[in-house]
C-alpha cells in the first residue's frame, strides 16, 4: 500500500554526522508510525528507532541513545534520522519500516512495510 524510499547513506569518518531520508508514497503516510532498522555484514536485521503517526513519541535503540534523532514531516510524506557521532559499529544497510498496527520499538511489532535499504559506512 505504500512505497518507501531511502536516501542519504553514503561513506563517512567517525564522529562525523549523517541525515537519512526516507520517502513515501502511495499511502496515507500520516497513519503510519514510522522507524529505521539497520543489518551489519553477518548480523541479523536490528531495531534503531521509531516514532509515532504524530511525532510526538519517539524511541531509540540503547546503542543509537543519545546520538540518534528521527523525526517526520507529515507534510512533505517523509521521515528522516540524523545521525550523530558515528561510530565504526554503525556501518550497516539502514531500512526504513512503516506499521500500520503501532508503534515500531524493539521487540515488535513487525513491520508492514520496508524500503530498499541506504548503505551506511563510517570509517575509523
Known amino acids: 500500500q505504500v512505497q518507501l524510499v531511502e536516501s542519504g547513506g553514503g561513506l563517512v569518518q567517525a564522529g562525523d554526522s549523517l541525515r537519512l531520508s526516507c520517502a513515501a508514497s502511495?499511502?496515507?503516510?500520516?497513519?503510519?508510525?514510522m522507524g529505521w532498522f539497520r543489518q551489519a555484514p553477518g548480523k541479523e536485521r536490528e531495531f534503531v528507532s521509531g516514532?509515532?503517526?504524530?511525532?510526538?513519541?519517539?524511541n531509540y535503540a540503547d546503542s543509537v541513545k543519545g546520538r540518534f534523532i528521527i523525526s517526520r514531516d507529515n507534510a512533505k510524506n517523509t521521515v528522516y534520522l540524523q545521525m550523530n557521532s558515528l561510530r565504526p559499529e554503525d556501518t550497516a544497510v539502514y531500512y526504513c519500516?512503516?506499521?500500520?498496527?503501532?508503534?515500531?520499538?524493539?521487540?515488535?511489532?513487525?513491520?508492514?512495510?520496508w524500503g530498499q535499504g541506504t548503505q551506511v559506512n563510517v570509517a575509523s
Open positions: 519500516a512503516a506499521s500500520v498496527t503501532s508503534m515500531l520499538r524493539l521487540g515488535g511489532p513487525r513491520p508492514g512495510f
Open positions: 502511495g499511502g496515507t503516510f500520516s497513519s503510519y508510525a
Open positions: 516514532i509515532s503517526w504524530s511525532g510526538s513519541l519517539r
